[in-house]
């Protein structure tokens, strides 16, 4: 059900015929209330697509009463016109909401787009899909939401997560470009329980940095990553912040999770744990380091459990940013302590890599805190599909 | 001739089994003077081989009489054991150099090694390969010597520079793990000029910064990187330090472009040069983050100029790193300004890729500076290559 789990919402995907396959390509969700609370994450990229600079600005008072999404077609690198097309989206969505007997503010209505850079979007075909979206807005709606913000995934990606009479719903794409900074280029999550803006605005920030930001697929960031939070109310419900956060990041890891699954040719999902590190920053850094290393993807591609590419990735590493005894840490790969004290630990050949879920685990011996990032191997796949599809 | 170009140095290169396939694997270059001034640069991986530690300290008196290099294992990761095998190897080749008549301390002797990490090296066949070498030393030995070192390398890297009576002479080996801190795993150059031991410090300083370390051929750090540079003044000349700095230079630049030339399983050699930028780091910043791209590295394999992939990696350079106006950036791809002010600049069809080297110039506007950094494209054999071979 995705973004309409939640009371309050109601949405729509539909085929425009931007795309030449005849997928779906414009997805609108409305918040139909009562509360219109919203809170955004954007891409830190300075090349900033045209609807992320809209997104962020309507985001910025708390408030967001409906978004129109579209895949096939980025509108980033597109200039004054390409940023006058977002303007004349949300204007146009505002008046065919209103139309519709609902009282929305063109500023109240967010615009995200993805898909190739530096091509303006077909607007006549963007327009009509916008009405065609509005004319199907169903509170069962959210399954075909999703299906429209599909680019490269092969699946989309939804995810549900609620106690005591309200519920966090959400829907995300992406598929390769997942960076630090933002992991996914869209994500929209729905609650109907009773948030102020603050708080959304909070608990937002601090699941994303738990979550999103921790994936980590080809270190690559794009213009266009946006998450938005809307919040309706229509539940009642009025939880505790922290409970609110905490079903807000479980929506979120699980979304996270499925991109990291679905990342473009992708044959392994690596999640890089380090622990005993003197802070969490240190040990994502660390973490980081190593997921960022083509060679040690391209080992984990070939069933290699290559412990010296893992340990000389974390050796990256300022001594300054991560504190640590270069000569004593270990590494694990699914289970196997391959390195011990920064040499020769347990037989490599005793490491099974051939299923598709992969678990290294670093231990720094420096202190308390630990980090997990989540990335890919790199394949012959990704090779293939990011220089045969441009985007 | 590489590292017996310069007069006053023997060198040769054998066979001594350390690889099973026959290839030469164990080098051996002597200063025989009468100077014996020496320099070192060394990676900074933190995670550091135990012949960069011995190394590093026999370099760290501006004296360094031979050099013994091996391939085949890279004795890192090896713990006590494997800095003992280090320190015996250099006790070796100085009693061996010392029964040929030469005055050699084992604290002069530097040590490098490359192939494989966290495997002990065998020492019998190493220390029976270093007598095998230091019998068959010769002043033409240059070529011997720089094949001695290969590891995946296709060619063996070997240049050579001078004027007015003194000669720079160099040969590399690396193919993979080319990333900043130090762009290959094993350099040695020699000369003949006569120049003091913090002359050479500080110009193959300076060197290594503008060459070798502007080469990112894949973003990974290697544990063994070492640029040794020895001096023995046999020419009797004496050249201005500027003169001597600019032949070596030039030596190492030509080192680097081979290895970019020859790095793993590529099939574009890639020049990212940022123009007008507030200063030179900034430039240089700017330029890595596009070069490390593995969006972009892919889009160049399958001949596509992407520019939107360039500039979102521009993009994700902090402002206070690299001020600069990202509306207004240009992007040229050989030749061709696809990208102008941020936008679709000249038809991108325009764009010949099927040649192997590829200009991109990227145009800040924001200040005078510039900095070019090198890379490859990411292709199907650099992934076959990384996790068909381990290292």
Known sequence: MSVTAAQGFVAAGVAAGIK??????????????????????FTTNRIEAAPVTWSREVASDGRVDAVILNSGGANACTGPEGFADTHR????????????????????VAVCSTGLIGVRLPMDTLLDGADAAIAGLAPDGGDAAAEGIMTTDSTPKKAVAGRDG?????MAKGAGMLAPGMATMLCVVTTDAQVDAATAKAA????????????????????????????????????????????????????????????????????????RATSEAAAEAVARAITRSNLFKTAIFGNDPNWGRIISAAGTVPEHVAPYDATT?????????????????????????????????????????SATVWTNDLTHDYVHENSAYSS
């Not at 989206?89 to 109240?108: F, K, M, N, S, Y």
């Not at 699941?207 to 080809?218: G, I, K, M, P």
């Not at 998450?227 to 929506?251: D, H, I, R, Y």
């Open 204 to 275: 937002l920030a601090s699941a994303v940095a738990q979550t999103l930001n921790r994936v980590d697929s080809d270190g690559c960031m794009s213009t266009n990553d946006t998450v938005l939070l809307m919040a309706s109310g229509a539940s009642g419900a009025q939880p505790e912040a922290s409970a609110f956060e905490a079903e807000l990041t479980t929506v979120l890891a699980d979304l996270s999770r499925q991109l990291v699954a679905d990342a473009e040719g992708a044959a392994h999902d690596i999640a890089v744990t380090v622990e």
């Open 166 to 170: 309200w519920v966090v719903g959400g």
């Open 329 to 369: 840490i270990d590494v694990s790969v699914n289970g196997i302590q391959v390195c011990r004290n920064a040499g020769v630990g347990d037989d490599r050949d005793l490491v099974d890599l051939t299923g598709r879920e992969v678990q290294v685990v670093v231990d720094l011996k420096a202190g308390d805190a």
């Open 20 to 41: 030449s396959t005849g997928a779906k390509d414009v997805t609108v969700v409305v918040n139909d209330g009562p509360s219109k609370v919203a809170a955004g994450v």
């Open 89 to 108: 989206t949300a204007e146009h969505v505002a008046h065919a909401l209103q139309a519709t007997g609902r009282d929305v503010a063109p500023g109240d």
